[in-house]
């Protein structure tokens, strides 16, 4: 069987994306049906605080993921209706699950899921804690999405990049030769987002209309570049454990009295910034940025790249055939039909792992 299904929720925590691929042959890939499940506010809200430590977070860690898992049932009912596909014409469901702590500093990485309610929710074997196994081979576990870029965005000959705007960015990096570079940049859209729940009482800054009404506060985007984690050199990966609303505070204690507007402006700015100033360092000849996740429909953020990079086409991968905020998912789809294979799914030259390993733990219907 080709058909796999793809389940991400990213950083952002607004929600979670079901999609059914084909794959055909050794690079072709279909996007039969797609689904986008918004978090209720309860279970977004616990996400977002499991981030953190907090009282008796092992039962609360528990009773979220078995919500978790029942919603990405429904998600994948819904997809396959919508399809008019069989649970038994999948060959497996690739879960990314919900990552509430990324400490590969420490050896683990922690996404909450709960395979074996979704087995036994859908009738369909799962596949996942895809980062698990290269975290423990010394990497990073992050990202794990350059492989699937590679493949199906690659070009022989030309340097070109894909962006993912999530709640974190990070840049694939394909190289003229053939090589494949990745790693995290910093902040996309996690920090805009709580900014603009704050202040405007809504999930997110709508194609970056808000952030666009302000103006830059230098010396804090200044002090917040300085922030050394955007000067280590790859392999590198990062999160809510270092890019969250503490992070913001402490940076925000010095410019008490910042007009909200302003402050939205300087985060958008150190987010296309940060990504800007990494594609030219780590891949100079680049021609070409295709940009995927809910970022890419920020019209604010995609101006901001084209600005700080004259010369490079700066455009959604939708101009390549893929929704832009299905791009993560169809990778998970991905990464499962490598693990049924029995292939190695993660990029040692991106994670810094000792050698490839195949990715992923099996829960059978």
């Given at each position: 069987?080709?058909?796999?299904?793809?389940?991400?929720?990213?950083?952002?925590?607004?929600?979670?994306?079901?999609?059914?691929?084909?794959?055909?042959?050794?690079?072709?890939?279909?996007?039969?049906?797609?689904?986008?499940?918004?978090?209720?506010?309860?279970?977004?809200?616990?996400?977002?605080?499991?981030?953190?430590?907090?009282?008796?977070?092992?039962?609360?860690?528990?009773?979220?993921?078995?919500?978790?898992?029942?919603?990405?049932?429904?998600?994948?009912?819904?997809?396959?209706?919508?399809?008019?596909?069989?649970?038994?014409?999948?060959?497996?469901?690739?879960?990314?699950?919900?990552?509430?702590?990324?400490?590969?500093?420490?050896?683990?990485?922690?996404?909450?899921?709960?395979?074996?309610?979704?087995?036994?929710?859908?009738?369909?074997?799962?596949?996942?804690?895809?980062?698990?196994?290269?975290?423990?081979?010394?990497?990073?576990?992050?990202?794990?999405?350059?492989?699937?870029?590679?493949?199906?965005?690659?070009?022989?000959?030309?340097?070109?990049?894909?962006?993912?705007?999530?709640?974190?960015?990070?840049?694939?990096?394909?190289?003229?030769?053939?090589?494949?570079?990745?790693?995290?940049?910093?902040?996309?859209?996690?920090?805009?987002?709580?900014?603009?729940?704050?202040?405007?009482?809504?999930?997110?800054?709508?194609?970056?209309?808000?952030?666009?009404?302000?103006?830059?506060?230098?010396?804090?985007?200044?002090?917040?570049?300085?922030?050394?984690?955007?000067?280590?050199?790859?392999?590198?990966?990062?999160?809510?454990?270092?890019?969250?609303?503490?992070?913001?505070?402490?940076?925000?204690?010095?410019?008490?009295?910042?007009?909200?507007?302003?402050?939205?402006?300087?985060?958008?700015?150190?987010?296309?910034?940060?990504?800007?100033?990494?594609?030219?360092?780590?891949?100079?000849?680049?021609?070409?940025?295709?940009?995927?996740?809910?970022?890419?429909?920020?019209?604010?953020?995609?101006?901001?790249?084209?600005?700080?990079?004259?010369?490079?086409?700066?455009?959604?991968?939708?101009?390549?055939?893929?929704?832009?905020?299905?791009?993560?998912?169809?990778?998970?789809?991905?990464?499962?039909?490598?693990?049924?294979?029995?292939?190695?799914?993660?990029?040692?030259?991106?994670?810094?792992?000792?050698g490839p390993r195949i990715l992923g733990a099996l829960y059978p219907k």
């Open positions: 069987m080709t058909l796999y299904v793809g389940l991400m929720s990213g950083t952002s925590i607004d929600g979670l994306d079901a999609v059914l691929v084909e794959f055909e042959g050794a690079a072709g890939t279909r996007l039969l049906a797609s689904t986008h499940a918004p978090f209720n506010s309860a279970l977004r809200d616990e996400l977002l605080a499991l981030n953190t430590a907090g009282h008796d977070e092992l039962h609360r860690a528990a009773v979220a993921a078995r919500a978790l898992a029942e919603a990405q049932a429904t998600a994948v009912h819904e997809t396959l209706a919508r399809a008019r596909a069989d649970a038994a014409d999948v060959r497996a469901i690739g879960s990314h699950g919900q990552t509430v702590r990324h400490r590969p500093d420490a050896g683990y990485t922690v996404q909450i899921n709960q395979g074996a309610l979704l087995a036994e929710r859908c009738g369909i074997d799962v596949v996942c804690d895809f980062r698990a196994r290269d975290v423990v081979a010394g990497g990073q576990g992050a990202p794990l999405v350059p492989a699937f870029h590679a493949e199906r965005f690659g070009v022989a000959g030309h340097a070109r990049a894909v962006l993912n705007l999530g709640g974190i960015a990070n840049l694939t990096l394909l190289g003229t030769d053939g090589s494949v570079k990745g790693f995290d940049t910093g902040p996309a859209n996690a920090l805009l987002d709580h900014w603009c729940a704050r202040h405007r009482g809504r999930p997110f800054d709508e194609d970056g209309r808000w952030a666009a009404s302000g103006t830059v506060i230098d010396p804090l985007l200044a002090t917040m570049l300085a922030d050394p984690y955007f000067d280590r050199p790859p392999p590198k990966s990062t999160g809510r454990d270092l890019f969250n609303a503490a992070w913001l505070e402490r940076h925000l204690a010095a410019f008490p009295a910042a007009d909200p507007a302003d402050v939205q402006a300087t985060l958008a700015e150190l987010s296309v910034r940060t990504v800007a100033v990494a594609l030219r360092r780590e891949l100079p000849g680049v021609q070409r940025l295709l940009v995927c996740g809910g970022g890419a429909l920020n019209v604010h953020l995609m101006n901001g790249l084209a600005r700080l990079l004259p010369g490079v086409a700066v455009e959604s991968t939708a101009v390549h055939g893929i929704d832009p905020t299905l791009v993560e998912a169809m990778a998970f789809a991905w990464l499962a039909r490598a693990f049924i294979d029995r292939q190695p799914g993660n990029r040692t030259d991106v994670t810094g792992a000792a």
